[in-house]
Structures are given as structure tokens and as C-alpha cells.
């Protein structure tokens, strides 16, 4: 099916000029979500457009309202102690959708002084049965953004200190309005529909809400940049692995957050190193906002993921290490080939020290120095007793390595022709691998590397040393 190659972003304007957000990140086939939109223009429209692959397009026009009247509605307010910024603005306009397939959208929005903005949605799908699941990390999204002048890492005044303990749904993104799936997730959707396969899409939010859609899955992917996780999604993720369910993270420092989604999803909670604020933090510790290793219910996420967060940031070459392993087949890599700049610009490790499936495959083996420490990012696989492979890349680069330095991705870190296409070879093979079912009947068993990887390496971190590390992150 053609493509619509007019889907980018041309001028975006002053912050002010057009934004808009949409009171639902996901809706099934068929349902309707509300538009809020604020403008400086008298009038506006929107256009819907379904990314995907589409022979390098990249998206699909499937919608366009009428020209509407706009209005300026102002810039939000700063709410309570958890210092929230909403929008409240009123809804502008429905955006029906029927007829769309299940995917991902932004729909541009268009004042008539030509000033342009993105809003996601997520049409989702009722199930995963038979497919791969791509797994959209909305409270990712809204943890970094920093409309309004608040995120969960800053305040008004740039300080960490004053930064938001709890941010909402109901406001525009910063910037063009979805840099973090354009960054991070696009690059894996594009190619997993180029592959052709038998796909479906959801959220953090659906997950918690307790759709089923895993079940019955052949895999589920988390795209790139997934840091901000439930309790109840980890607990999802993790029963569909121990079914039978691939999993893939194809990025770092992921599952490091536990958060609460409250107000019907639409506010993510995360006290972070102010934890002892949570009004949580002794009636349920469990669902206490801070990080998943951190007290006072310690489960690091290292149990689910096979890696374990080691630090930001680095820059350092991607090291292979295990070059005939399945995943590696047809890149050409040999044992210690170097692929500049893969490994950023943050890193997991594995690290025994802390809770760890066994046996674990080392795939990559990166010496990196994060913050003057040595120390080495590893990209692992392992198999779970339910028949499950699950795969870690160890490094946050590894999805926008796939469009890395082309017309949509020109923020390259250096990372040339070479490694793109090793890592678009890697993820082919992990994808259409994961694609056929449980990996553990079908792919060879992994190899326990982990001790003789380790065995002679000085520069390996104690768990207290990598736990010191990454607290210190807490502010990037």
C-alpha cells in the first residue's frame, strides 16, 4: 500500500503557535479519542497518519478533518504538592477511527500560519494471538516531558529538586510533540512491518489496565527507551514469558522505575529518590514509586530483563563477543569485531550479584568508562523453562541505530553504514526467529558464558558499586 511521504514535520513555530493532546493514548479499532488543541491560528486541521514501512515512506495518510476554528487556551497550570502540570484545555474536536488498521499514529495538526505539531495515538489491538506484540512505553514518554516547564527530572527553575513527583497525560508533548517514539520505537516498527509480520500494538497503560493481549503471543517487544514500568505490567510481561512468550528489549535501563498510573492512567507517579514522600511507601510498599532495586521492596530488574542498568553515560563501540550465535547469522561480525559508537549513551551489564537467569549467554562484550569507572556493557540471551527466548541489546542506542544517520534519524553519534546495517541484520534475525514461537524448542540453548567472560576481569563492578552509579543517574 503507497505511502505518504508529506507526513513530516515542516515548521514547527513557537511553542505556543499549535499544540494539542489526546484524552485517550490508545483506543481499539472503531472508537473515538479527543482532540484538545490550543493555537495562535484562527483555524486548524488535522491529518492522521499510520506509521509503518509503506516501500520507505514510512507512514500512511488515513485521515484529515475539516479546517477548524482554533483557539488559544493558555498554558496550563502547575497542581498540588506533586507540582503536576495539566493542561485542562477543552476538547477541540473527535477523532473518529473507524476503519483504521491497529498501529501507531500521529496526527499532525496544521494551523493555517503553517506551524505544525505531532499527537500520538495508539490504535490498539484486542489480542497478540499468534503475533508480536510491539509494546509502546508511553510513561517513558510523559516522564521526560517537559511541557509546561516540568518533567520527572526537572522544574520550572532546571533543578532536579523541584522537578514534578507525578506528571499527566493531559498535555501537549514538548517539542515537535513525540521525539521519543520518533527516536527510539519508529525505527523497530518500521522494519518489523517492512519483515511483513503478523504484528499487534499496545501500551504500558493497556497492559496495566489488564487487557489480554500477550496472551497467546509469539513475542512481545519493547522498542528502545523503556524505563517507566507498573508492578502489575512487569508482572504481566513476566507470566507471559513464563508461558512461552519471546521477549526482546531493545534498548537499556529498562523496567528501572516502578511507577503508579492513577486517575485512569492518565497520571504517572514516580517519587524516585523522595520515595519516603509516597504516600505509599508504608501502606504498600510494594507499589512505593522509586527504583525497582531500590528499598523498600527491592526486586531488581535484572530477573526479567537477563542485564542489569550499569550507568550513564557513556560512548563506547559495540563489541561482539559471541559472533555464532543465531541472532549474530549473516552480520559477518567475528569474535571481538567493534562497531563505533553502538553502546550509548546509557548501558546494562550483566552483573550475578544480583538476581539473574541462568543459563545466560553473553552476546556483546563492551568495555566502556562511565563517569572515570570501568566497567562493560553486555548485550545477553537467554531461555526460559516456559520455552521463552528473551533477548537484551545492553545498550540504548540500539534501535535508532536502524535509521541512524538517514534523512529520519540524522543524529547519528558517529554511527556510520557499517553498523547500521549489522544491527538491522541482528534485529531481522531476532525478529523473524521470535516471530515462529518459543525459541527454546526451536533455536540452539544458550551457552553459560558468564563466568568465563568475567573470570579474569579486574575492572568488574561489586553490585554496590553499579547500584551507587546508576542512583547518581537519577537526575539525568
Not at 53 to 66: M, P, T
Not at 186 to 202: D, H, K, N, Q
Not at 283 to 301: G, H, I, M, Q, W
Not at 353 to 364: E, F, H, K, M
Request: charged share 25%; aromatic share 10%; proline share 6%.
Amino acid at each position: 500500500m503507497a505511502g505518504d511521504p508529506d507526513w513530516r514535520i515542516r515548521r514547527t513555530g513557537p511553542d505556543e503557535a499549535i499544540e494539542g493532546y489526546c484524552d485517550r493514548a490508545s483506543v481499539l479499532p472503531g472508537e473515538t479519542a479527543g482532540l484538545h488543541v490550543s493555537t495562535t491560528g484562527d483555524r486548524f486541521r488535522v491529518t492522521a497518519y499510520r506509521m509503518g514501512w509503506y516501500g520507505g515512506a514510512l507512514a500512511r495518510r488515513v485521515w484529515r478533518s475539516a479546517w477548524t476554528r482554533g483557539h488559544d487556551q493558555g498554558r496550563g497550570r502547575v497542581a498540588g504538592d506533586t507540582r503536576t502540570v495539566r493542561a485542562d484545555w477543552r476538547r477541540s474536536m473527535t477523532v473518529p477511527t473507524e476503519g483504521w488498521p491497529e498501529g501507531v499514529y500521529l496526527l499532525r495538526l496544521d494551523s493555517e500560519r503553517g506551524h505544525q505539531r505531532y499527537v500520538p495515538l495508539v490504535v490498539r489491538s484486542a489480542t497478540g494471538a499468534g503475533r508480536t506484540v510491539l509494546v509502546h512505553a508511553t510513561p517513558t514518554w510523559q516522564a521526560y516531558n517537559r511541557w509546561g516547564g516540568y518533567s520527572l527530572y526537572y522544574g520550572e527553575d532546571g533543578r532536579y529538586e523541584s522537578r514534578s513527583l507525578a506528571v499527566s497525560f493531559d498535555r501537549p508533548y514538548d517539542a515537535t510533540g513525540m521525539e521519543k517514539f520518533l527516536v527510539h520505537e519508529r525505527p523497530v516498527v518500521a522494519l518489523a512491518e517492512r519483515l511483513g509480520l503478523p504484528l499487534a500494538y499496545t501500551t504500558h497503560g493497556d497492559l496495566e489496565n489488564g487487557h489480554d493481549v500477550l496472551s497467546g503471543a509469539s513475542a512481545v517487544i519493547f522498542l528502545g527507551h523503556d524505563e517507566y514500568w507498573t508492578p502489575g505490567v512487569r508482572q504481566t510481561v513476566a507470566g507471559a514469558r513464563d508461558a512461552g512468550v519471546n521477549l526482546a528489549f531493545l534498548g537499556a535501563n529498562t523496567c528501572y522505575r516502578r511507577v503508579r498510573l492513577e486517575d485512569d492512567g492518565r497520571t504517572v507517579v514516580c517519587y524516585k529518590t523522595a520515595v519516603d514522600l509516597d504516600p505509599l511507601v508504608r501502606r504498600r510498599p510494594s507499589l512505593a514509586t522509586t527504583d525497582f532495586r531500590a528499598a523498600p521492596k527491592a526486586d531488581p530488574e535484572s530477573s526479567l530483563v537477563g542485564v542489569y542498568y550499569d550507568g550513564y553515560p557513556v560512548d563506547a563501540p559495540f563489541v561482539v563477543h559471541e559472533p555464532d550465535h543465531w541472532i549474530f547469522a549473516g552480520t559477518g561480525a567475528r569474535r571481538g569485531d567493534a562497531f563505533p559508537h553502538l553502546v550509548g549513551v546509557e548501558y546494562d551489564r550483566v552483573n550475578t550479584d544480583v538476581p539473574t537467569p541462568r543459563p545466560l549467554q553473553i552476546l556483546a562484550h563492551s568495555p566502556v568508562t562511565c563517569v572515570g569507572r570501568p566497567s562493560f556493557a553486555d548485550a545477553a540471551y537467554y531461555t526460559a523453562p516456559g520455552g521463552a527466548g528473551v533477548f537484551a541489546s545492553g545498550t540504548m542506542r540500539w534501535a535508532e541505530t536502524l535509521m541512524a544517520g538517514t534523512r529520519d534519524l540524522p543524529r547519528a553519534h558517529g554511527i556510520g553504514a557499517r553498523t547500521r546495517a549489522f544491527v538491522t541484520t541482528a534485529t531481522t534475525n531476532l525478529l523473524k526467529g521470535f516471530a515462529e514461537g518459543p525459541a527454546a524448542g526451536r533455536m540452539p540453548a544458550p551457552d553459560d558464558n558468564v563466568r568465563r567472560t568475567y573470570r579474569r576481569r579486574a575492572a568488574a563492578q561489586t553490585s554496590s558499586e553499579s547500584i551507587a552509579t546508576a542512583r547518581n543517574s537519577s537526575a539525568r
